[in-house]
C-alpha cells in the first residue's frame, strides 16, 4: 500500500514538473514573439559597410598590393593570389614609387637633423604620393635605415664623409632596385647627396602619367 502512495505521489510530481516545463517554454516564445514584433533596432546610427574607414595600406595600394606584400610582389613573390595583370599593371608604376620611397626616406633623415631631433627608426611602411595617388610602401628595414642615416648626416658631412655616404646610399639603392628588376635613374643618388649631375630631374623620366578626369 504504501508503495502505492509513493508511486502515485512520484508520477504526480513528474506530471506537475513536465506541465510547468511546458508553461515556461509557452512564456519564452511568447516572449520572444513579442520583442520580434514591437521592439525595433535603431541602425542609424551603425554606418553602412562601405563608409567604414579602411586602414592606410588597404585604402592606398596598387592592384591591390600595398605595404610588404606590394614589395614581395614586385621581387616576383606574388603567390596565386595576384593575377598576371595586376602584377604589369602594379610594376607599370612601382619604379616611380620606389625612387619616391626612397627620397623621402632620405629627406626625412635630413630634416630631423636640420631642426636638432634625434635619429629615429625609419618609417616604413609609407605613403608615397604620385600623381595617380598616394600608394603604401615598404623597403627592407636595413635599407630603410640606412638610407635615413645618410639623409640625417649628409649636411654636417666633411670631404671624406662624403665618399663613405655616398657608398652606402649607392649600395643600399643597387640592392633594392635589383631585387625588383628595375633600372634605377642615372644622376638619381648624386640629385640626393646635393653632386652635380648631368641628368635632368629623375620624375621628368619617367612613364606615369596622370589619369585623366572623365
Known sequence: MMTTILLITLLLGITAAVILMIYLIDKINQLEQYTIENLQVD???????????????????????????????????????????????ARKRYEVVLHKHIEMIFEDGKSDASAGRPQKT?????????????????????????????????????????????????????VLFSRTDFEIQNGFTEKLLGRPSSNINFEENMNEEPISES
Open 43 to 89: 541602425t542609424s546610427r551603425i554606418p553602412e559597410p562601405s563608409n567604414i574607414p579602411l586602414p592606410s595600406s588597404a585604402k592606398n595600394a596598387l592592384s591591390g598590393l600595398a605595404g610588404k606584400n606590394l614589395w614581395d610582389a614586385m621581387c616576383g613573390k606574388a603567390g596565386d593570389t595576384v593575377s598576371q595583370t595586376d602584377l604589369e599593371s
Open 122 to 174: 625609419a618609417k616604413n611602411p609609407i605613403d608615397v604620393s604620385t600623381l595617380r595617388g598616394v600608394v603604401n610602401s615598404w623597403i627592407p628595414p636595413q635599407h630603410a635605415s640606412r638610407i635615413y642615416k645618410v639623409g640625417y648626416e649628409i649636411d654636417k658631412a666633411t670631404e671624406a664623409d662624403m665618399n663613405r655616404l655616398s657608398s652606402a646610399i649607392s649600395e643600399s639603392c643597387d
